[in-house]
Each structure stands twice: as C-alpha cells, then as structure tokens.
C-alpha cells in the first residue's frame, strides 16, 4: 500500500519563485489535510480538505494555496516563496470521522523545503 | 482558541526507568492523538483517545485521557532505547466535523544505556 505520498522530498528555492507540492493518497480517504513543521513549534495546520471540491483555512493559511478537484490528490502550491516558509511540510489523510471514529491522520514521508 | 502544551519538552532518561509526559489542552474536544516522530522521519500513529478514562496501551506505552481535566498522559514503563524520538499529542479543535488538529511542541525523548 502506498498510503499518502508526497514530492518532492527535498526542494530548494529561491525568493520569489513558485512551485507545487504534490499530494496523493490512495486510501479513499475523504479528509486531507497539509502541516508544515518548524523546529520548537511542533505542527501547524496549513490548509485542508473534506472532501472533492471543497478546502479551508487551517492556522497558518497565508502564501500558500490548496484545490481539491479529485478525492486522491491535494496540492499545495506556493505562490511567491519566502525565506519565512523554510520547513518541512507534511500532507495527511484520514477517514470522515461517523464511518471511523478510530481512525488516525496518516501521515506522508514529507517535504523539505529551502527558501533562500 | 484550542492551546496544546507538552511538558517536557525534552526528557532524558535511563533504560529501565518510568515517566510520563503530560498533554494539557484548553478547551473541549472529544478526540486526543499520540503521535511518535524519528529524526527524519514521518510522523507515526501511536494512539487515539476518545472518550473521557479512555486507557490504551501498546508494549511499553500507556496513555491516558481524562477529559473533564483536559489532560492525557503517555505513559512509559522500563524504557529501552529505541524508544528514543519525538512525540507529539494533537488534538481535534473540531466536534464530529473535520480533522482540524492542534499540536503540541512534542517531548523529545532520549532512552540512555
């Protein structure tokens, strides 16, 4: 099972440039979901997703923006890049919750990205 | 606003030793997550608490939720060292909707020889 992948896994880029992070997950998984992690701060919600067609804000939504036109993708595409949006970023995915109550967020292998 | 605090932050500690790390958070939810981290790595499922006295254990770990003090507990019994990482508590800042988590800073673990 390949779960929630995500490229790339390294990325360098400079101040200004744009580029997409790519997501796919083939759990058919409804909700999904980007972090990003900084040393000290543990997780923060970017942008998410409950489903096709549907996304929304999460805490940290500023410069980046997410789509969801089909349930197994969920790019993440960073408009201008800042030196400020250095981190590792991280898609996840779970079941809608009345369907699987137990069910947790899986987590892909995550991106690092460079912003010089 | 939904705050999650950790503490420890870090945590040293001999094979064969106990300890807990605590999870306090702010405002009511009814889903609390235990997730581990190796240096590198992604983040890996340990527990999902839902209800209050909830109580899973797996090996060596042991957490805990009492929701009325909003407050869960991960528990480790005789460390040994490839218990070493990071783990985070998260919890669902929403009710029976989206999977909207918050995060602790995390504890990161170090198991001594």
């Known amino acids: 099972n390949a779960g929630v992948t995500q490229t790339p896994k390294f990325q360098v880029l400079k101040t200004g440039q744009s580029m997409t992070l790519q997501c796919a997950q083939d759990?058919?998984?409804?909700?999904m979901s980007w972090y990003r992690q900084d040393p000290g701060m543990g997780l923060r919600l970017i942008h998410y997703?409950?489903?096709?067609?549907?996304?929304d804000q999460g805490e940290v939504p500023n410069g980046y923006n997410v789509s969801r036109s089909t349930t197994e993708d969920f790019p993440l595409r960073l408009l201008s890049a800042a030196p400020s949006q250095t981190s590792v970023y991280f898609c996840?995915?779970?079941?809608?919750?009345?369907?699987?109550?137990?069910?947790?967020?899986?987590f892909g292998n995550g991106t690092r990205l460079t912003v010089t | 606003e939904l705050k999650v605090e950790q503490n420890p932050l870090f945590l040293s500690m001999q094979e064969g030793k106990n300890y807990t790390i605590y999870c306090n958070y702010s405002?009511?939810?009814?889903?609390l997550y235990w997730y581990r981290q190796d240096p590198g790595k992604s983040l890996e499922s340990l527990f999902v608490?839902?209800?209050?006295?909830a109580v899973k254990q797996e090996g060596r770990l042991m957490a805990s939720l009492d929701t009325k003090a909003r407050l869960s507990t991960l528990h480790i019994t005789a460390a040994v060292h490839d218990l070493s990482a990071t783990y985070f508590c998260?919890?669902?800042?929403?009710?029976?909707?989206?999977?909207?988590?918050?995060f602790g800073k995390g504890t990161k673990l170090t198991v001594n020889p």
């Open positions: 996840a995915s779970s079941r809608p919750r009345p369907n699987s109550p137990n069910s947790p967020l899986h």
């Open positions: 405002t009511t939810s009814d889903r």
């Open positions: 997703s409950v489903g096709a067609g549907i996304t």
């Open positions: 608490l839902l209800s209050n006295g």
């Open positions: 998260a919890v669902d800042e929403t009710q029976g909707g989206s999977e909207k988590l918050v």
């Open positions: 759990m058919n998984h409804e909700y």
